[in-house]
């Protein structure tokens, strides 16, 4: 059946931040004293709430991270991703072709998807349908904010499909009830896989394809050819 309401994760999915962000972060980390590479903080870190991820910090140093530090963080983070955030290839495309709703439910903040949302040009797609980790009790992988998504735009969980780039957030899908499908631009396919994605692909124009079968026509720049 087809879906009623197709629910996209922020981060990576819409926009494509996560390398801008983490690469920020790794190196505030550094000054810290750990020197976290890139590879760990994506297998770790992506996809989850910041809650947990200073939670994770906060153990290996040994104490809590300093409000100043995260306050840094926030600071520097919104304005790389001003100055750099992108679209994801071929999701506005994607976009303007779909005909049934959507929203957006990310483990960022609200002002962290104002900030990329706008600086991209798609927050008018999602304005007032944007839902936030933070709204709700659990982050990614537990299915709260899914449910919390659905039940705002009134529709069943088994009538949505989620678009999820992290191992945690396709496992939140799944806990959830609903039909996930993984974009592997930066995760391998396979965790996505074995994390309960249905399919993964890299391309971002094959989405309606995999959700319809039928092909969306390349009209704007951030493409992939």
Known sequence: MPPELIIFDCDGVLVDSELITNRVFAQMLAGI?????????????????????WSEIARMLGHEVPESFRAEFQLRSLTALREAVTAVPGVVDVLDSLTIPICVASSGSHEKMTTTLGATGLLPRFRDRMFSATEVARGKPAPDIFLYAAAKCGVEP????????????????????????GYS?????????EA??????????????????????????????
């Open 185 to 193: 631009a930066h995760t391998p396919a396979h965790r996505l896989l």
């Open 33 to 53: 004293g750990l020197p976290l590479g890139l590879d760990y903080l994506f297998e770790n870190f992506v996809g989850r709430s910041m809650q947990h991820c």
């Open 158 to 181: 088994e009538q949505c499909v989620v678009i999820e780039d992290s191992s945690a957030g396709v496992r939140a899908g799944v806990a959830a009830g609903m039909r996930v499908y």
């Open 196 to 225: 309960g994605a249905q399919a993964a692909f890299t391309d971002m124009a094959r989405l309606p394809e995999l959700l319809f079968g039928w092909k969306v026509p390349r009209q704007h720049e951030n493409r992939l050819d």
